[in-house]
C-alpha cells in the first residue's frame, strides 16, 4: 500500500471557481504533511504545510482530518495560473528513514478562462 | 530562499555512454541530498538518499552500480547514470535538506532531463 494516495484528476474548472483536492495517507502517526505544486517540466515548489487541524493563506485551505487520515487542499476563486500538478507529500518520520518524503502522484488542475 | 542548482538542465546521450548531474547547494549546507526519479504522468519517486561522507542508501529496486552517487561536500552530490539505456530517460530531480533547519525542509533542484537515444 502506497504511503500516499491521491486521484490524479484531471480536474478542468473555470476561472473564479473553488475546488477541492482529497489525498489519504496510510501511516496514522504521521504529524504534518506538505502540498507541492509542480509546473510542467519543472521542480516541486512548497504550497502549504498542514500541520494539526490545518493551515489558510489566502486563496488556499489545507485541512487535515486525522480520523479519516486524509488531507484536503481548497483553492478558491481559481486563477489560470493556478494551472498545475498539486503534490500530496507526506514526510517519513521514523528512525533512519528521517527526512525522506512520500509523494502522491498529483493531482492535475486546469483553469481555463 | 535556499537555492539549489542542477547540471545540466538536460542531457541527451547515446545508449552506453554514462551521464554525470550535479546537484548544488548554493547558499547553505546540506548534509543530506536526495534524488529522485520522475517519469510522464508519474510521481517522483526515490532513488536514494546521499549523505555527506558516507556511502548512499539506496531504495530498494534502484541498482547502486547502475547509479553511483557522490557526496563529497556539503555543498555538492553528483549522480551518474552508468551505461545508459533508453528506459533510463527521465527527469532526475535532486533535493537538498538545510542542516540549520528542520528534517523536512527541503529544498528542490530545477531537475535534469536525460533522454538516452
Known amino acids: 500500500r502506497k504511503e500516499v494516495e491521491q486521484d490524479p484528476g484531471p480536474f478542468n474548472v473555470p476561472e473564479g471557481a473553488t475546488v477541492a483536492f482529497n489525498c489519504t495517507y496510510s501511516n496514522s502517526a504521521s504529524q504534518s504533511f506538505f502540498w507541492y505544486r509542480q509546473d510542467c517540466r519543472k521542480e516541486p515548489k512548497l504550497l502549504m504545510s498542514?500541520?494539526?487541524s490545518g493551515n489558510e493563506d489566502g486563496r488556499f485551505t489545507a485541512q487535515l482530518n486525522r480520523a479519516s487520515q486524509y488531507i484536503s487542499l481548497l483553492i478558491r476563486d481559481s486563477k489560470l495560473s493556478d494551472s498545475a500538478t498539486y503534490l500530496c507529500?507526506?514526510?517519513?518520520?521514523?528512525?533512519?528513514?528521517?527526512?525522506?518524503?512520500?509523494f502522491g502522484r498529483g493531482t492535475q488542475l486546469t483553469v481555463w478562462p | 530562499g535556499a537555492v539549489v542548482s542542477q547540471h545540466p538542465s538536460w542531457v541527451i546521450c547515446k545508449s552506453g555512454t554514462s551521464v554525470k548531474i550535479e546537484c548544488r547547494s548554493l547558499?547553505?549546507?546540506?548534509?543530506?541530498m536526495f534524488w529522485y526519479r520522475q517519469f510522464p504522468k508519474q510521481s517522483l519517486m526515490l532513488m536514494a538518499t546521499?549523505?555527506?561522507?558516507?556511502?548512499?542508501?539506496?531504495e530498494q529496486g534502484v541498482e547502486k552500480d547502475k547509479f553511483l552517487i557522490n557526496h563529497a561536500s556539503l555543498t555538492l552530490s553528483t549522480l551518474t547514470v552508468t551505461s545508459a539505456h533508453p528506459e533510463d530517460s527521465s527527469f532526475y530531480i535532486c533535493?537538498?535538506?538545510?542542516?540549520?533547519?528542520?528534517?523536512?525542509?527541503?529544498?528542490f533542484g530545477p531537475g535534469t532531463r536525460l533522454t538516452v537515444l
Open positions: 546521499s549523505n555527506e561522507g558516507s556511502k548512499a542508501t539506496y
Open positions: 498542514v500541520y494539526s
Open positions: 547558499d547553505f549546507q546540506a548534509t543530506t
Open positions: 533535493s537538498a535538506r538545510d542542516t540549520k533547519t528542520g528534517p523536512n525542509e527541503q529544498f
Open positions: 507529500v507526506s514526510p517519513a518520520d521514523r528512525g533512519s528513514t528521517l527526512g525522506r518524503l512520500y
